[in-house]
C-alpha cells in the first residue's frame, strides 16, 4: 500500500493532502450527494416556471389588468383543416369537441364554426384552461393533446403555450459534446482512463447540482430552460477545469515528482487558476442581478452554483480519483513521455509573433471587430411557433393559422384603456396602417391583428408607432400589451439596464486580475479583448439566428439570450487569461525577463488551452443540434466565443500585446500595491 506523506504547501495542497488519505471517503461522498439529490429530485419532481414579468412596463400592466378575466387562464387552439370545407365534417369535430370538454382543467371550447377562413377550409377552436400554462399538471395536457387529434380525417394541430410545455423535446446534444470532449482527451493523453478522469469528474459535479436545482424549483421561480443551460456551461467548465489540473499533474509527474507530490503540485497551482477562473465566472453571472429581470434571477444563480461545484469537484473530487488510478496513470504518462515535445511548436509561435507583433496584432483585431459589426443591428424578441421544428405540431398550427387568417394572428396586440372610448379605440386601429383586423371590445380591451408575424420587425415597429403616434391622439389612456410588446419592453430594459450590468461585471473582474498580477495593464488587455471575442460572438449569432445565414431559420434573438452570453463568456475568457497569464506571471517572476515568460507561458499552457477550448467548443456547438432555438442560439454564441478566444486571442492577440508592454505589463504604482490585498496564484517559491 502507497504511503501518503502529509502535505506542504498552501490550503489547496492540504486539501488534496486529505483527498489522498481519504480516497475512498471523497469518492463515496460524492456519491452520495448524487445519488441522494437525484433520487430526492426523481420522487419531488420538478417546478420550473417561465417568469418573463417585467414590473413597471406597459405591456406588464396589461397583463396584471387582465389576470382575474376570463382571459387570464392559459388558452390553446385547436386548429382543423379539410380541403373540402371543413362544414363537411362537422359531427367528427364536434363529437372531438365534446370529447375535449370533458378533460381535466378545461374550462370552456368555442368554436371552430365560429371563426372560419374566408374559403371554409380551416377553423380554429379556443380552449381555455382553469389555470395557467406553468400550474397545469403535465400528464392532463398530454391527455388533452391525444384527445384532440381525434378527429378523424380531418386534419388537427395545436397550438399555444400548454401545448409548447410537451412539444419541447431533448436533442443529443449533451451526449454528443461529452462524447466529442471525450475524444480529444483521449487523443491528448494517449489513454482512455486519464481522458476518462476529467469527464467523470464533471458528471458528478453537473449531476449534483442538477437535482438540487430540481428540487429548489419548488421553492424558486427558476425557468424552464434552466437544466440545459446548467449542463451546457458545467460539463464545458468541468471539463476544462479538471483538465487542467490533471495537465499540470502530468507535467509534475514527468518532471520527476512522486505521484502524491505531483497531485499536491498541481492543486497548489493550476487548482489556484481553476478557483480563481471560477470566481470570476460566479461573478459574472451573478452580475445578472444587476438587471433586475426576475426571470434571469433564477437562471443565474442556478449557473453559478453549478460552476461552483465544478470548482469543488475539480480540487476534492480529482484528488482522490488521481489517488486510486495515481498507479496506471503514472506507468501511461511515463510511457508517453516522449509526446512532450509539443510545446516546442508554442515557443516557435510566441518567437515568431513577439518578433513582429504589429502584424498580428492588426489581423487579429481586424477579425474581431469584422464579426463584431453586425450585432449592431442585432433585434431582439421572443421565439414563437414559426421558429419551432417543421413537423412539430405547434409549428404547423403556425402555418395553418397563417395560411387561412394572415400572418400576425398569432401574435395580436391587446389594447387596454380603463378610462377610454373603446369604441373609438377600435375605429381608430381600424383606420391604423400595419393593422389586418380589430376585434370588437371586450371589457375595454380590444385585439388587434398585424399584417406582419410577430418575428417581423414591422410589427414591433408598429407596437412603438401605436404608443408613441396613434394612441396619444385618443382621449383617455391607453396601454399595449401582447407577445411582441413584450419583447419591446424586454428589450428596452435590458438596453436600459446594460450599462450597471457592465459596469459592475467588468469592473470586478478587473479588480480582481489587478489583485492578482499586480498590474494595470493586463486587466486592462483582459477586458478589452473579453469584450471584443463577446461582441464578435453576437455578431455570428446575429448573422445565423438574425439574417439567417447557412439555412437558419431567420427571425429575432431571444431577448435574454445576449445578457447571459455576455456573463458566460466573458467568465470563461476570463478563465483562459488566467491560467495563459499566471504561468506568465510565474516565469516573470523567476527569471524578470519579460520575453522569455511570454514564450514559456504560452508553451506550458499553449496546448492545454487549446485543448480545452475544442473541448468546449465541442460541447457547446452540440447545442446546434438541439431542437429548441434558444439554446442553439446559446451554443453557437458560446462556441464561436470560446473559439476565437483559444485561437485568436490567447494565440496571437495576447502575445503580441505581451511584447509591447514589456515589462510596463507587470507594473503597479507603488501607492496601490500597498493599498491591494495579496492573492496569488503562485504558491512562494
Known sequence: MDTITRPTGGTLAR???????????????????????????????????????????????????????????????????????????????ETTLGNVRLQPHVRSVTGP?????????????????????????????????????????????????????????????????????LVILVFLFRSLLAAGLPVLTAVFAVGSTLGVITVVSHYVDIASYTSPLMMLVGFGVG???????????????????DRDTAARRALD??????????????????????????????????????????MLASVTLLPA??????????????????????GRWWRRLADGVQRRPLAPLAIGLVLLVG???????????????????????????????????????????????????????????????????????????????????????????????LRTDVLPTLPGHYLVGGSVAAATDFAGAVADRLPLFVLVVVGLSALLLMVVFRSILIPLKAALLNLLSIGASLGVMTLVFGDGWFGAQPGPIEAFVPVMIFAI?????????????????????????ARLAVREGLASTGGVITAAGAIMVLVFGAFLLDPSRMLAQFGLGLAVAVLLDA??????????????????????????????????????S
Open 239 to 257: 471539463v476544462d477545469y479538471a483538465l487542467l489540473i490533471f495537465s499540470r499533474y502530468r507535467t509534475e509527474i514527468l518532471a520527476g515528482h
Open 371 to 465: 464579426l463584431s459589426i453586425p450585432a449592431a443591428g442585432m433585434r431582439l424578441g421572443f421565439a414563437d411557433a414559426s421558429t419551432d421544428p417543421a413537423g412539430s405540431t405547434t409549428r404547423q398550427a403556425y402555418d395553418l393559422l397563417a395560411e387561412g387568417f394572415g400572418p400576425g394572428f398569432s401574435g395580436p396586440l391587446a389594447i387596454v384603456t380603463e378610462d377610454g372610448d373603446p369604441v373609438a379605440l377600435q375605429q381608430k386601429l381600424t383606420e391604423t396602417p400595419g393593422v389586418a383586423r380589430v376585434l370588437t371590445p371586450v371589457n375595454g380591451t380590444v385585439l388587434a391583428f398585424p399584417t406582419t408575424s410577430p418575428q417581423d420587425a414591422a410589427t414591433a415597429e408598429l407596437v412603438t408607432r
Open 269 to 310: 497551482t493550476a487548482g489556484r487558476s481553476v478557483l480563481f477562473a471560477g470566481t470570476t465566472v460566479i461573478i459574472a453571472l451573478l452580475g445578472l442581478l444587476a438587471l433586475g429581470l426576475g426571470g434571469l434571477r433564477g437562471v443565474a444563480v442556478a449557473v453559478a452554483l453549478t460552476v461552483l461545484m465544478t
Open 647 to 684: 485561437l485568436v486571442i490567447r494565440c496571437l492577440l495576447v502575445p503580441a500585446i505581451m511584447r509591447l508592454f514589456g515589462e510596463r505589463a507587470w507594473w503597479l504604482p507603488r501607492w496601490l500595491d500597498h493599498r491591494l490585498p495579496h492573492l496569488a496564484l503562485e504558491p512562494r
Open 15 to 93: 486539501v488534496a493532502g486529505w483527498a489522498q488519505r481519504h480516497r475512498w471517503l471523497a469518492v463515496a461522498l460524492w456519491a452520495l450527494v448524487l445519488i441522494g439529490v437525484t433520487v430526492t429530485s426523481r420522487l419531488t419532481g420538478s417546478a420550473f416556471h417561465d417568469d418573463n414579468s417585467l414590473p413597471g412596463t406597459e405591456s406588464q400592466q396589461v397583463v396584471d389588468l387582465l389576470k382575474n378575466t376570463a382571459q387570464s387562464g392559459a388558452s390553446a387552439q385547436i386548429v382543423f383543416k379539410e380541403d373540402n370545407g371543413l362544414a363537411t365534417q362537422r359531427a367528427a369535430v
Open 569 to 593: 463568456v466573458f467568465g470563461l475568457s476570463m478563465d483562459y487569461e488566467v491560467f495563459l497569464v499566471s504561468r506568465m506571471h510565474e516565469e516573470w517572476r523567476r527569471t524578470g525577463d
Open 321 to 342: 480519483l488521481l489517488s486510486l488510478f495515481g498507479k496506471r496513470l503514472e506507468r501511461g504518462i511515463r510511457k508517453h513521455a516522449v509526446r512532450r515535445e509539443h
Open 113 to 181: 364554426f365560429e371563426t372560419l377562413s374566408a374559403d371554409g377550409r380551416i377553423g380554429y377552436a379556443t380552449v381555455t384552461f382553469d389555470a395557467a400554462s406553468t400550474d397545469l399538471p403535465y400528464d392532463d395536457i398530454v391527455k388533452f393533446a391525444d384527445t384532440a387529434k381525434q378527429a378523424g380525417p380531418v386534419e388537427v394541430a395545436l397550438a399555444g403555450d400548454p401545448v409548447e410545455r410537451i412539444s419541447e423535446g431533448g436533442g443529443p446534444a449533451e451526449g454528443v459534446g461529452l462524447l466529442a470532449a
